[in-house]
């Protein structure tokens, strides 16, 4: 007798916890940032669970994570649902996270139910959405659409980290993955995200709808100047970047979001050369992440 799919809460809300604790922080979010030792950790127990229910498990070349339910119709492409689960320094919980794992405790509810499905379904866990360790962001879908990844294989990480050896040891982690080939025809794709910020909180709101999709533009911003030393070099003399950086970074939050609501402006990452505590730097780099619905 095929039962009707029910999930199960409960469940849910253990895999949450769970994962949670990888990566964790004492703030109560998670600091998993893409092709870590943490995102590994994750993306290995998604593995576990996936082939502990008879799921089979794939990755392509950019670490994307399939966990596929078979349909009826082996002919038919695959209905995609999914998030991601590598998070930012500062991370949530659930950012990410509860869109991979409600993704995959429907799939859990289908077999529990023996359930059948026409079509195939996917849960996938989209590798680096968030872009803090490796620029740019969202690569996992970005190459799943046809993005060249080989553009990126020289890429640093804010850790100096390689990504092409990061992203090398992050595949190899998970053996047991099959590999295919980047991006595939799907019959669809879901996705249920949240994003967490003190918005919908404050005003006291329980769930909030999405009406437009912020475009976003990743800037950086390089400001050249003198180094010199900080106890000898008078002002006459200084061609300090920082000052100018600070001034540059006023200007933008002064001028952008106080004028548009709808605007986001961002400075989250100011690097000094050669950053010695008593020198004046050569230069400065900061990074300016933009966004705005009409972008």
């Keep these: 007798m095929t039962l009707v799919p029910e999930i199960d809460g409960e469940r849910l809300l253990g895999r949450l916890d769970a994962f949670a604790r990888i990566g964790a922080t004492p703030a109560g979010g998670v600091n998993r940032q893409a092709f870590s030792i943490e995102d590994r950790g994750a993306r290995r127990l998604l593995a576990e669970l996936a082939l502990a229910r008879g799921f089979a498990v794939f990755q392509d070349a950019m670490a994307n994570l399939f966990i596929r339910r078979e349909g009826t119709d082996a002919t038919l492409p695959p209905l995609l649902i999914g998030s991601h689960l590598d998070s930012q320094p500062t991370g949530g919980r659930f950012d990410g996270a509860l869109g991979t794992l409600s993704a995959f405790e429907a799939l859990e509810a289908l077999e529990d139910a023996r359930a059948e499905t026409r079509m195939p379904m996917e849960v996938v866990a989209w590798a680096n959405e968030e872009g803090s360790r490796f ?29 092409a050896e990061e992203l090398g040891a992050t595949i190899s982690a998970l053996p047991e993955a099959t590999l295919r080939p980047l991006g595939m025809p799907i019959s669809g794709y879901i996705e249920l995200h949240i994003e967490q910020g003190p918005s919908l909180e404050k005003e006291r709101l329980p769930i909030g709808i999405v009406t437009a999709v912020q475009g976003t533009r990743w800037l950086e911003v390089c400001i050249e100047g003198a180094a010199g030393h900080a106890g000898t070099t008078g002002l006459a003399y200084r061609r300090d970047p920082m000052v100018a950086a600070v001034a540059a970074i006023h200007k933008l939050q002064t001028t952008i979001m106080p004028f548009d609501s709808r605007a986001r402006l961002t400075v989250g990452r100011v690097t000094a050369q050669p950053g010695s505590i008593n020198a004046i730097p050569q230069s400065v780099v900061f990074a300016v992440d933009i966004r705005h619905p009409r972008v």
Excluded: Y
Excluded at 139 to 161: E, L, N, P, R
């Design 135 to 163: 620029t740019p962001g969202v690569m996992g879908s970005m190459a799943f659409t046809g993005a060249d990844i080989c553009a990126w294989q020289s890429i640093v990480g804010s850790d100096g980290a390689s990504l």
